[in-house]
């Protein structure tokens, strides 16, 4: 895999994630993820789309540790993530973060946005209370917020402030490689926009790499220069976005794109003739 | 075409311990017979709201301000209980938002559509049964003869979503009402879902009032369309005239912006700020917070304005927008195609 942009950050060899369903004698394995390979330069965005159930979520909670893989190397940054012990797992999170789907089930309800966002800062840099007070507001001004949000909780501001906080949280500790799962999914479209923009000027300000996985192919367009396809466990389809969107090779990439409903389609219905 | 629906300078608000919660703030729009028009908007528009109007399924707490909700000329809001409860089911069906939430979880898919068949009928429970078999073929359910024994917590999210529509067109209603029929589904089924809904309406002939966020499921069904925004019917009209001509700034920076979000076209773009709090309503344009061309008129709550037959916007400067260029690229360019032939 080629990608011109210096040395990878990330780097997957032969991902393999199975889970397994009922009892004896009708135990039944189901394969999550199934043997993928890929990889991630440093700074660099790449997409992941695919629907519900083709593995994109277990991919990345597979990478993280979240789960343990059942096979399959991941080397970020130099550390085999796969070969770290359970104990030392926590800190890789130092480095490797995740914006997580949906900011109301992701943000603890009874910790104000002080306490989710310098929570990592607790755990990874063992900074001071004075430090973490400065760098909780420098975060609030990147995340497009406020100094008085911070005292809030997360119940008392809108969706797209939440997920603000949400990435604020994930951006705290500074670090190398974030997952963006399902970022703007849960946001109305006004909101979204702005929300993605934030995203693409923190990565540039940062010098972070993104793996931004959606259903999305509209964020992913905006989001990422690389896209992979999905379905089924597999990589289907890969390559630059815009190539990839314009000229799909394979057939379940051109079902997903085909599939999109657009605002322009009454036009095809009212040229068919009749009514609608 | 006859108007079937007609909701005239409808306002009310939420009787609420925190205050009035004006959720409908002047909502005027006109069903046509035998078309689907568009209701749509952000979340807390009021988009919802302004359909339960009709069958009057109001939470309790709603208080009504002023206006009318004409069926077929009556004003439904001065009928009995009793004749409301005729009405509902008969001249108005409702396939619900979430249809796993929706779908009664007791019950299995053929003992609801049999239930909603014999409620407004006198079928036999034999005539139900084939009844329901029929609809759910209608909405093209490979088994039938299985689904109908199913449980709703059986179903997948667009099989349940087929359910929901059966049960609301099993008898069919003079209006159907479709409350975000593709939220949630993953985009090759929601395009099953489009293209079910699609041949139901036109072999039934059906009457839809068609609930969604989505400008892309509005342009693939629907023939008219009103765009909401924190309870204000902003604009009105036919789909063609509201895409490529919008009268309104909002209408037009919501189309510009889903453009380039959904559609991935052009640079990124978004509305700056958000929608107002339904609490603490500005004076006037609930819309002038976010307005590129925001004056002092807009403290005014602005005039209904006919730009042309049949597409109305609420703006001082309606016919200003009216006049200006379309927002989007997709039918710019087909417009400059048209100009060559």
Redesign the interface.
């Known amino acids: 895999m080629t990608s011109g942009d210096g040395d990878s950050l990330l780097t997957v060899r032969g991902l393999t994630k199975h889970f397994h369903r009922g009892f004896w004698p009708r135990r039944q394995t189901i394969v999550a993820v199934d043997n993928i390979d890929l990889r991630v330069g440093r700074g660099e965005s790449v997409g992941l789309v695919g629907?519900?159930g083709s593995g994109k979520t277990t991919t990345a909670r597979s990478i993280l540790r979240l789960v343990d893989p059942t096979s399959g190397e991941v080397d970020f940054d130099g550390i085999r993530v796969d070969q770290t012990p359970r104990a030392k797992v926590r800190r890789l999170y130092r480095n490797m973060q995740m914006v997580f789907q949906d900011p109301n089930s992701s943000l603890n309800p009874r910790m104000t946005v002080r306490d989710i966002v310098t929570e990592p800062l607790k755990l990874h840099l063992n900074m001071s209370d004075g430090d973490q007070e400065q760098r909780a507001n420098d975060i609030m001004t990147m995340v497009g917020l406020r100094g008085f949000h911070l005292d809030r909780y997360p119940g008392q501001l809108?969706?797209?402030q939440r997920q603000r906080v949400g990435i604020g949280r994930a951006i705290a500790t500074h670090p190398k490689l974030v997952f963006l799962d399902e970022p703007t999914s849960s946001l109305?479209?006004?909101?979204?926009?702005?929300v993605?923009?934030l995203l693409?000027d923190l990565q540039q300000e940062m010098d972070m790499s993104y793996v931004l996985i959606s259903?999305?192919?509209?964020?992913?367009?905006?989001l990422s220069k690389r896209v992979m396809v999905m379905f089924d466990g597999r990589i289907v389809e890969e390559g630059p976005t815009e190539q990839v969107?314009e000229d799909p090779r394979d057939g379940y990439t051109r079902?997903?794109l085909?599939?999109?409903?657009?605002?322009?389609?009454?036009?095809r219905r009212?040229q068919r003739g009749g009514?609608? | 075409m006859a108007v079937l629906v007609e909701i005239q300078n409808l306002e009310g608000y939420f009787d609420t311990i925190g205050g009035d919660v004006r959720a409908i703030n002047s909502v005027n729009v006109a069903i046509e017979e035998?078309?689907?028009t568009g209701l749509v908007g952000?979340?807390g528009s009021g988009k919802t709201m302004t359909a339960l109007n009709i069958p009057r399924l109001m939470p309790e707490n709603f208080r009504y301000v002023s206006g009318r909700v004409l069926f077929r000329g009556e004003d439904v809001l001065s009928w009995s209980e009793e004749r409301m409860q005729l009405f509902r089911g008969d001249g108005v069906g409702i396939a619900f938002q979430d249809p796993k939430a929706a779908l009664n979880p007791v019950f299995t898919v053929g003992e609801q559509l049999g239930r909603a068949l014999r409620t407004h009928t006198d079928a036999t429970k034999d005539e139900a049964r084939q009844a329901a078999l029929r609809i759910l073929e209608r909405v093209q359910i490979t088994d039938p003869g299985r689904t109908i024994r199913q449980y709703a917590h059986e179903l997948s999210g667009g099989m349940a979503q087929r359910v929901m529509v059966a049960l609301a067109v099993i008898h069919p209603p003079t209006l159907l009402i479709l409350d975000e029929p593709?939220t949630g589904l993953?985009?090759?089924v929601?395009?099953e879902i489009?293209s079910m809904l699609?041949d139901l309406?036109?072999s039934m002939g059906l009457t839809v009032l068609l609930i969604t966020?989505?400008?892309?499921?509005?342009?693939?069904?629907?023939?008219n369309v009103a765009v909401m925004y924190a309870g204000r019917t902003m604009e009105f009209g036919d789909?063609?005239q509201v895409?490529e001509k919008p009268a309104n700034p909002y209408t037009r920076?919501?189309?510009r912006?889903?453009?380039?979000?959904?559609?991935?076209?052009g640079d990124?773009?978004?509305?700056?700020g958000?929608?107002p709090d339904l609490r603490n309503l500005p004076q006037g344009c609930f819309f002038q917070d976010r307005c590129p061309s925001v004056a002092d008129v807009c403290r005014t709550v602005p005039p209904v304005v006919e730009v042309e037959p049949g597409h109305v916007s609420m703006c001082h400067f309606a016919e200003r927008y009216h006049s200006m260029p379309g927002p989007?690229h997709?039918?710019r360019g087909?417009e400059a195609e048209g100009g060559q032939e």
């Open positions: 629907e519900s809108s969706g797209g109305d479209v006004s909101v979204r926009g702005q993605m923009q693409i259903h999305d192919l509209g964020v992913v367009r905006q969107f079902r997903l085909d599939a999109i409903p657009s605002m322009d389609g009454y036009r009212r009514t609608r | 035998g078309k689907v952000e979340t593709t993953d985009v090759t929601q395009a489009i699609r309406v036109e966020h989505d400008l892309g499921v509005v342009g693939e069904l629907c023939d789909i063609s895409f920076e919501l189309l912006s889903t453009e380039s979000v959904e559609g991935g076209v990124l773009y978004s509305i700056p958000a929608p989007l997709i039918t087909a």
